[in-house]
């Protein structure tokens, strides 16, 4: 699996079913794997009311997050 390259969990992967992507993330020399999505939901990013929503409720623009962190990779996918 590419470092910091997310892609989608395909069926029969452990965590299908209970998160969409999944990524091996590194930073500072520490690598971890990293599942993030809701399998459930669109994502629909493209209408502008909904990607403002999502990106002011999971704070975005304001937080300084993490590499290793889910709330990093939901925010660089919206």
């Known amino acids: 699996m ?3 390259k997310p892609r ?6 452990p965590g299908y079913g209970r ?3 999944k990524v091996l993330a590194s930073e500072n ?3 971890k794997s990293v599942m993030f ?5 669109t994502i629909k990013k493209n209408i502008p009311e909904r990607r403002k929503s999502f990106r002011a409720r999971h ?13 990093y990779w ?3 996918a919206w």
């Open 29 to 31: 020399g520490k690598t």
């Open 19 to 21: 998160k969409k992507f």
């Open 2 to 4: 590419q470092v910091n």
């Open 59 to 71: 704070g975005c623009d304001t937080k300084k997050h993490s590499k290793l962190s889910a709330a």
């Open 74 to 76: 939901s925010c660089k």
């Open 37 to 41: 999505g809701d399998p459930n939901m």
């Open 8 to 13: 989608r969990i395909q069926e029969g992967e």
